[in-house]
T-cell receptor
Framework: QQQVKQSPQSLIVQKGGISIINCAYENTAFDYFPWYQQFPGKGPALLIAIRPDVSEKKEGRFTISFNKSAKQFSLHIMDSQPGDSATYFCAASYGNTGKLIFGQGTTLQVKP | DADVTQTPRNRITKTGKRIMLECSQTKGHDRMYWYRQDPGLGLRLIYYSFDVKDINKGEISDGYSVSRQAQAKFSLSLESAIPNQTALYFC?????????????FGPGTRLLVL
């Protein structure tokens, strides 16, 4: 069973637009929600992360919105750039176990 | 990330062969992980190790084994490879002592089992 469900599978956005990727989780024990970015031929790298005590976290053009009651969280990329074209993974873990449960991934293409 | 290295980067093997994928890190982290990545499935945890004497199974450990030879080295073995183990394999590390949950991934090993 997929404990973290991610959508959409792929996304095409024009340069300057907003990219939105959504994730839903099932386990209410999860207390850490990171997003990882992966470029072709590379390993994933942490982009931004949030804990459930806040509803939003912003770092530059990247924002995580978190809805604890709905068990959903999303990544917003403002002013999307061609250099943002990559695969994005949401993930969840709990209790500092280090055991990340990943979503299925979203391939983002930002067109010039 | 050059701090986490994986060898080989690409490997083709035949069904039934035993192979080993190696991971080394210079970050000084206690925790190390092995994941596999499949299209449409994301990354799934195979094994993880919190220190040299602590090794744990992840979501999908069947058909795999691991060895933590030192703090810096964590190897993944496929005892008898099968075609559905064809995937992209990643090693990762994190620093528990700093209560830092960021995982740092290596560049991956692309494995094809014929």
């Amino acid at each position: 069973q997929q404990q973290v469900k991610q959508s959409p599978q792929s996304l095409i956005v024009q340069k300057g637009g907003i990219s939105i990727i959504n994730c839903a989780y099932e386990n209410t024990a999860f207390d850490y929600f990171p997003w990882y970015q992966q470029f072709p031929g590379k390993g994933p790298a942490l982009l931004i992360a949030i804990r459930p005590d806040v509803s939003e976290k912003k770092e530059g053009r990247f924002t995580i919105s978190f809805n604890k009651s709905a068990k959903q969280f999303s990544l917003h990329i403002m002013d999307s750039q061609p250099g943002d074209s990559a695969t994005y993974f949401c993930a969840a873990s709990y209790g500092n176990t280090g055991k990340l449960i990943f979503g299925q991934g979203t391939t983002l293409q930002v067109k010039p | 990330d050059a701090d986490v290295t994986q060898t080989p980067r690409n490997r083709i093997t035949k069904t039934g062969k035993r192979i080993m994928l190696e991971c080394s890190q210079t970050k000084g982290h206690d925790r190390m992980y092995w994941y596999r990545q499949d299209p449409g499935l994301g990354l799934r945890l195979i094994y993880y190790s919190f220190d040299v004497k602590d090794i744990n199974k992840g979501e999908i450990s069947d058909g795999y084994s691991v060895s933590r030879q030192a703090q810096a080295k964590f190897s993944l073995s496929l005892e008898s490879a099968i075609p559905n183990q064809t995937a992209l394999y990643f090693c990762a590390t994190s620093d528990f002592r700093a209560n830092e949950e960021t995982q740092y991934f290596g560049p991956g090993t692309r494995l094809l089992v014929l």
